[in-house]
């Protein structure tokens, strides 16, 4: 049986070299406009999508993902940019994995701000916080009562005021009126917390996996 090829575009979410620790494939940074119809030119059997540019370039449009499955290409997309894309093309064929791309499917979030962030061009590290994390350890640490629903809501709005490229823990928490100690308790339990977007990113390769 010959080998599937693959291509990966992923980026903060999920690092290319932690990537291929569960999946052999060709990775590539996040995903922008025209990087798909470059990938159809390579005659890729898979392409998955992580993440994405947002408002640095054009962002990935429908009419290439659909250009690719059209070709007989599976797209699976999921964690950022690939589960949006994935929750508004999943009934013309896209494949959509995970908690970030339910969330969109049901409309639970809807704007491309849930899972924006900014990272570094060198090395890929998030520089930000994407709301979509934000809002699932906040949920998290309100279920293990390290703070209350009320508390939770006035952080989660602090969070959304601020603009995305801004949105980190230290900025969030020093607009609120938890006092020092529960700061500290809810900074470590969200350290401790799962990064969903990077679960989600693992979930699209475990699930590529299936495929080959």
Do not use: W
């Amino acid at each position: 049986m010959n080998e599937k090829k693959i291509i990966i575009f992923t980026g903060p979410s999920l690092s290319a070299e932690e990537g291929s620790k569960i999946l052999n494939a060709d990775y590539r940074p996040s995903i922008k406009r025209g990087d798909i119809l470059s990938a159809i030119n390579d005659s890729p059997d898979i392409i998955g999508i992580i993440d994405g540019v947002f408002h640095q370039s054009p962002a990935v449009s429908h009419k290439e993902i659909l250009e690719a499955i059209d070709k007989g290409i599976i797209v699976v997309g999921g964690s950022s940019m690939g589960a949006l894309r994935a929750s508004e093309l999943d009934s013309l064929g896209m494949v959509g994995i995970g908690y970030v791309y339910n969330e969109y499917a049901n409309g639970n979030i809807q704007s491309d701000d849930d899972v924006a962030l900014t990272f570094d061009n060198f090395s890929g590290e998030p520089l930000s916080e994407a709301l979509v994390n934000i809002d699932y350890k906040l949920n998290e640490a309100s279920e293990n009562n390290i703070i209350n629903n009320d508390e939770k809501n006035e952080i989660i709005s602090i969070a959304k005021s601020i603009y995305y490229p801004n949105r980190t823990y230290h900025n969030i928490l020093s607009k609120s009126n938890l006092d020092e100690e529960k700061k500290e308790k809810l900074v470590d339990f969200i350290v401790k917390t799962v990064d969903i977007k990077k679960q989600d990113a693992i979930a699209v390769l475990e699930y590529i996996k299936t495929l080959i």
